[in-house]
């Protein structure tokens, strides 16, 4: 079939849809079909010319824009796509290999398109209009799903799919990949062993969560963890493990969960380890909290450019607290209880790699990183041996050996 022929076909398929809508819903008696059956039934009595071949494809694309997402569905039933993106009426992007390229896939138009996201979200539970045009959900298989409509997209309603993967990296994976390098992996493997309270860094898409899942999987099968994420995307292996997830407001308004009474509540639950998806506001201080108080070996993540920057970011997210606490007392807490920081990039080649770990240091004005590992023209190199603190709690004296 020329491209031409489908984009008529499409066309078409658009419109027999709409009728039998308008049909099935001015229906009030006579027997009741299946859907596909229905559907099928519908195209052999309005197309009946078309040959058997065109009336299974047609009836196909119908169903498509009836059920599920839509033009997404062969999209999403691919393997090699990582995130779906959708910007109006316009084709269809994805990431595939850490690369985005465009597809062929498109809405016909914006009433489409919104009727796809009415079907993604009305399932969960939530919903977006005029009133409030942004919505982040939760895909029963963990998919993450954003939506952002007018006014507010320019350019049409957007939608956002990142796809969850069933079977997460293992840590053996991402040396495979050369995410991590073998002597890193020793010396991180060493790190979650000695209860080293670890910070992820990094931007986004840049693998924070994936190196977080692999870091925990160091943490022993007798370890109570507790894991807290604003959408749950964690899959520790371990046989005892509290999941945690954040709750958005109602329509309503009501029933707001914040990360941050989970962290609070978390302290409660008698937890080995604390791990939190992702640090992003006030929740900072009770972490650091926690961190220095007697639950060493928690892990987190922050959206930061550097382990530097990251140290500045949660120092300003603890002070969004509004406790009344100095920034001197902040900066000797986040001194306290971090010790190490891993930072991962995503390469010019869509490759995501941990470019740097330091060593979170105390100074006259606080805290400080001392880089221990680098990627600089793009080979691995070890920029000083650990401290003496750090290497006796690791058991480690020379990790490039």
Not at 293 to 308: I, K, N
Not at 316 to 330: E, F, K, Q
């Amino acid at each position: 079939m020329s491209p031409a022929d489908q984009d008529r076909l499409e066309q078409l398929a658009g419109v027999l849809r709409e009728q039998l809508v308008c049909e099935v819903g001015e229906a009030s008696s006579g027997p009741v079909l299946p859907a596909q059956e229905r559907i099928a039934a519908f195209v052999a009595r309005e197309a009946g010319v078309l040959a058997p071949e065109t009336r299974t494809e047609l009836t196909r694309l119908i169903a498509q824009r009836s059920f599920g997402f839509g033009p997404l569905e062969v999209l999403l039933a691919d393997p090699t796509v990582d995130e779906v993106m959708v910007n109006g009426t316009r084709p269809v992007f994805v990431e595939r290999a850490g690369r985005i390229e465009a597809t062929d896939v498109a809405f016909a138009d914006e009433a489409e398109l919104r009727h796809t996201i009415e079907r993604i979200l009305a399932p969960l539970g939530r919903r977006v209009d005029e009133a409030e045009p942004l919505c982040d959900a939760r895909l029963p298989d963990g998919s993450r799903v954003n939506v952002v409509l007018p006014p507010l997209a320019v350019d049409g309603p957007t939608l956002t799919i990142r796809r969850f993967r069933r079977r997460g990296f293992t840590a053996a994976d991402l040396v495979k990949h050369e995410t991590w390098t073998a002597p890193l992996h020793d010396v991180l493997r060493a790190a979650v062993a000695a209860r080293c309270n670890v910070l992820v860094s990094g931007g986004t898409g840049s693998g924070k969560t994936t190196t977080l899942n692999a870091l925990s999987s160091f943490v022993g099968e007798t370890e109570r963890i507790v894991t807290i994420e604003d959408t749950a995307e964690l899959r520790l292996q371990q046989p005892h493990v509290v999941r945690l997830e954040a709750r958005p407001a109602s329509v309503e308004g009501r029933g707001e969960v914040t990360i941050r009474r989970l962290v609070r509540n978390a302290l409660r639950m008698r937890p080995d380890r604390i791990v939190v998806g992702e640090v992003r506001g006030a929740e900072a201080l009770d972490m650091l909290g926690a961190m220095s108080s007697g639950h060493d070996g928690s892990l987190c993540t922050v959206h930061a450019g550097s382990p530097e920057e990251a140290l500045r970011r949660i120092e300003t997210l603890a002070l969004m607290a509004g406790v009344g606490l100095p920034h001197s007392a902040i900066r000797e807490q986040v001194a306290g209880a971090i010790d190490l920081v891993v930072h991962q990039a995503r390469m010019g080649d869509g490759s995501r790699k941990v470019v740097r770990l330091s060593e979170v240091v105390r100074v006259a004005g606080g805290p400080a990183t001392r880089e221990l590992y680098a990627i600089r023209d793009g080979r691995p190199r070890w920029r000083a041996p650990l401290g003496s603190d750090l290497a006796a709690r690791l058991r480690l004296t020379d990790p490039a050996r």
